[in-house]
């Protein structure tokens, strides 16, 4: 009888494993969700630069330190829900970031990452967050939350400004109460809709002292673009959703759909990459259509 009953028992984890896991959207980028405290920060930093040393899980043998860039990255209100335009973070503050599965880490010893939304005062917190791409049935790709939405759900754009419930996007969820399912079921407090396009970046922040020109890697970072390097062809490309322009490095060549023009003034030093505002804007008006 009990062999029985651990057959029947091993039969229906399998069947609800795997349909837990079929309900995943590979076509989509989920995001990873990671608490951590502030371990040093760097005042004189440019980029608001912090070094975090990961919260310990149990599969974990060691904590991770990790440096994050801040600077134009949204930061959440864990007490109050709303976002905040600066934040001075301090030493032992625990925070709590996000960021595509796709997100590039530099290699540096502790390895270096531009997150995409950081949750701020997450110590005894009044609002739950996650951020994931939610599918159009309010599931999270990333299989941590289900959220119920109707015409009451407040729908923000990163102004502040009420929007339509947009679903099948990457969100920004706050909630007070879930259920104890996996994942949780909520209806959420307030959703945030992370359209690129609102995202407010001064470019002039991102502009060498003593040239016309720009950080390539940190600006479009910021704004929330894939940055890749394929070191075989020396080719730099950049990502904004569906839409993608490479840089020739060595020929200093920019491919734009069809077109391909000469780059004014590019220059790698050291490893990085230093643009014109004029190839930005060019590049800027394919990708983002401005």
């Known amino acids: 009888m009990k062999k029985i009953l651990t057959f029947i028992l091993a039969c229906t984890l399998f069947i609800s494993g795997s349909v837990f896991a079929q ?18 920060t760097a005042d004189g930093s440019d980029y608001g630069q912090i070094l975090v040393e990961d919260e310990k899980s149990s599969e974990d043998k060691e904590t991770q330190k990790m440096f994050l860039y801040t600077k134009d990255i949204l930061k959440i209100d864990l007490k109050t829900g709303e976002v905040v ?4 973070f301090s030493k032992g503050e625990k925070i709590q970031y996000f960021y ?45 939350l289900v959220i119920k939405v109707d015409e009451n759900t407040d729908f923000q754009n990163l102004m502040g400004e009420k929007v339509e419930p947009q679903m099948d996007s990457d969100l920004a969820v706050l909630y007070t109460v879930a259920t ?25 922040d991102y502009k060498l002292e003593d040239k016309d020109l720009f950080y390539l890697r940190k600006y479009y970072e910021a704004l929330g673009a894939k940055i890749e390097w394929n070191n075989d062809e020396h080719l730099t490309k950049i990502s904004i959703g569906d839409k993608s322009v490479e840089i020739k490095n ?17 220059v790698v030093e050291d490893g990085t990459s230093y643009i ?4 930005i804007n060019e590049i800027n008006e394919y990708l983002l259509n401005k």
């Open 276 to 279: 014109s505002e004029k190839n």
């Open 180 to 204: 104890r399912s996996l994942p949780p079921i909520t209806n959420p407090d307030k959703v945030l809709v992370l359209n690129i396009n609102d995202k407010v970046v001064n470019l002039s």
């Open 23 to 40: 309900e995943k959207n590979p076509d989509k980028d989920g995001f990873k969700a990671q608490y951590a405290k502030v371990v040093e």
């Open 85 to 88: 335009k600066d934040h001075k």
């Open 250 to 266: 060595s020929e200093a060549k920019l491919q734009i759909a069809d077109k391909v023009v000469d780059m004014d003034g590019f």
């Open 100 to 144: 595509k599965n796709n997100t590039p880490v530099m290699m540096s010893y502790p390895a270096k990452m531009t997150p995409d939304v950081i949750g701020i005062n997450a110590e005894d917190p009044k609002f739950s967050l996650d951020v994931d791409h939610f599918d159009k049935d309010g599931r999270g790709v990333s299989n941590r």
